[in-house]
Nanobody, 124 residues
Framework: EVQLVESGGGLVQAGGSLRLSCAAS????????IGWFRQAPGKEREGVSS????????YYRDCVKGRFTISRDNAKNTMYLQMNSRKPEATAVYYC?????????????????WGQGTQVTVSS
């Protein structure tokens, strides 16, 4: 059974940093492209960042470029999202997702496995 479990969410002050983790099991993690998404209250889910299965390509939403860093540790079957300089509008539930596609993507339709999400709240 494919499982993705996020952790690391919580309350952070604006300008602060937070690192999210996503532990994967039930599939060959290194063969999957992975991504982070978020859904703010009253808004649609949006892609934040993606990293290819070969770990040779990353992609970021424009508004997080330079502040967020996605990474993966295939030996630990875990992916990460380091978020720096957080802004209040970044308050959302953050989800990790996996896809067998061989290229990065911020389109949620491209992903077929999802975690349950972790809440991140940025206070002003």
């Amino acid at each position: 059974e494919v499982q993705l479990v996020e952790s690391g969410g919580g309350l952070v002050q604006a300008g602060g940093s937070l690192r999210l983790s996503c532990a994967a099991s039930g599939f060959t993690f290194e063969d999957y492209t992975i991504g982070w998404f978020r859904q703010a209250p009253g808004k649609e889910r949006e892609g934040v960042s993606s990293i290819s299965r070969g770990d040779d390509g990353t992609y970021y939403r424009d508004c997080v470029k330079g502040r967020f860093t996605i990474s993966r540790d295939n030996a630990k079957n875990t992916m990460y999202l380091q978020m720096n300089s957080r802004k209040p509008e970044a308050t959302a539930v953050y989800y990790c997702a996996a896809t067998a596609y061989d290229s990065v993507s911020l389109a949620d339709i491209d992903y077929d496995s999802w975690g349950q999400g972790t809440q991140v709240t940025v206070s002003s």
